[in-house]
C-alpha cells in the first residue's frame, strides 16, 4: 500500500516534443504529490508538486495532472528541451507525521536535438 | 551555506570496516532526512530529525545504522561492519517548516568492496 508505481522507465522525445510520465499510488492518505529531476551526479531537485484539491497545476513548460478518484497523477513536459533530459521521480507522502516520501522508480528521460 | 553539503562525495569500503557520512543541513531548516537510493532505483527513506530530536527511524535497515544530530544542525549517518549491500548513494535533505518541501545535497556514493 505504500508503493508509487512510475512508468515508462524511459523515454524519447523529439525537441519541441511533449514528453509524459505517469504515476500511480495506493495510499488514500498521500495529500502532497511533488517530482523531481534528478541529474547523474546530483541530488534531486524539486520541480513542481501538486496536492490532491487540484485536477491540475502548471509551472511554465511543467504541468502536472491528478485524478483523485483513480489515483494517479502524471507530469507533462511541453516543449522538451535536450536540457531537460534527466532521470525523473514522482514521489507520495503526508502532510502530517513525518512527512517522508515514497518515491516511484524513476524515468530516464532522453530529449533529442 | 545556500545548499545542503554532504561529504566525502565518494567513499570506498572495504566490507567490515565503519563508515561516517555527513551532512550540512541549509542554515535554519530543522528537518534533515537521510535517503538511501541504489543504482537505477528512487530513494528510499531512512531517517527523520526534527532540530536533534530522531522522531522517524523506521527505514534504518539494521542496528548497523545509526543517525545523529546532537546540535540540530550537522547531522551524521554511521554504518558498521559495511557489508556489499550498503553500496549506494546516501542523500541527505533538509527542509524548513512545514518539513514537506525538500532540498536534497549531491549524495555519498558508498561503494563496498
Known amino acids: 500500500q505504500q508503493q508509487v508505481k512510475q512508468s515508462p522507465q524511459s523515454l524519447i522525445v523529439q525537441k519541441g516534443g511533449i514528453s509524459i510520465i505517469n504515476c500511480a499510488y495506493e495510499?488514500?492518505?498521500?495529500?502532497?504529490f511533488p517530482w523531481y529531476q534528478q541529474f547523474p551526479g546530483k541530488g534531486p531537485a524539486l520541480l513542481i508538486a501538486i496536492r490532491p484539491d487540484v485536477s491540475e497545476k502548471k509551472e511554465g513548460r511543467f504541468t502536472i495532472s491528478f485524478n483523485k478518484s483513480a489515483k494517479q497523477f502524471s507530469l507533462h513536459i511541453m516543449d522538451s528541451q535536450p536540457g531537460d533530459s534527466a532521470t525523473y521521480f514522482c514521489a507520495a507522502s503526508t502532510t502530517s507525521g513525518t512527512y517522508k516520501y515514497i518515491f516511484g522508480t524513476g524515468t530516464r528521460l532522453k530529449v533529442l536535438a | 551555506g545556500a545548499g545542503v553539503s554532504q561529504s566525502p562525495r565518494y567513499k570506498v569500503a572495504k566490507r567490515g570496516q565503519d563508515v561516517a557520512l555527513r551532512c550540512d543541513p541549509i542554515s535554519g531548516h530543522v528537518s534533515l532526512f537521510w535517503y538511501q537510493q541504489a543504482l537505477g532505483q528512487g530513494p528510499e527513506f531512512l531517517t527523520y530529525f526534527q532540530n536533534e530530536a530522531q522522531l522517524d527511524k523506521s527505514g534504518l535497515p539494521s542496528d548497523r545504522f545509526f543517525a545523529e544530530r546532537p546540535e540540530g544542525s550537522v547531522s551524521t549517518l554511521k554504518i558498521q561492519r559495511t557489508q556489499q549491500e550498503d553500496s549506494a548513494v546516501y542523500l541527505c535533505?533538509?527542509?524548513?517548516?512545514?518539513?514537506?518541501?525538500?532540498?536534497f545535497g549531491s549524495g555519498t556514493r558508498l561503494t563496498v568492496v
Open positions: 535533505a533538509s527542509s524548513p517548516p512545514p518539513a514537506i518541501r525538500y532540498t
Open positions: 495510499n488514500t492518505a498521500f495529500d502532497y
